[in-house]
């Protein structure tokens, strides 16, 4: 018995149950660095990162919101009455060969009235400003 206690002791991931939930960054270092560049040109606007699909656009058919459940876009720029102004996607290198994929989802936001934009690299201050008039 004192083996076991002591071997609790000394290897506890052994004896510990198997973890199913994990935590994981909610933004990439890339994208962290953006939502600064965000929070910095709109400091009168709301930056919502990682915004479900599901929270900007719904449809009565099961099949057609399945097409967009489980997707999540980048950013968020919403007004002072909290109406959404844009939506931001930056793309990494990730998106490279998913431009089909890319298209796709953009059209189902802009088919809801969303305005999107798509940055490959961190924009200037005022290039975001400019793009979102």
Do not use: W
């Not at 609790?8 to 990439?28: A, D, G």
């Not at 560049?37 to 449809?59: D, G, M």
């Not at 189902?108 to 940055?119: D, F, N, P, T, V």
């Amino acid at each position: 018995m004192a083996t076991l206690a002591l071997a609790c002791i000394v290897f506890p991931r052994l004896f510990r149950p198997k973890q199913k939930f994990y935590p994981r960054r909610v933004i990439t270092t890339f994208e962290s660095k953006m939502f600064h560049r965000l929070n910095e040109a709109f400091p009168n606007y709301h930056v919502l990162a990682q915004v479900a699909f599901s929270a900007l656009i719904t449809n009565q058919n099961y099949k057609i919101r399945n097409r967009f459940n489980r997707k999540v876009t980048d950013f968020v720029i919403l007004d002072q009455s909290y109406n959404v102004l844009v939506i931001i996607e930056l793309d990494d290198p990730s998106h490279i060969g998913k431009e089909t994929e890319d298209a796709e989802r953009d059209a189902m936001l802009q088919e809801a009235g969303y305005r999107i934009l798509r940055y490959t690299s961190i924009p200037t201050i005022s290039t975001l400003k400019h793009d979102l008039r």
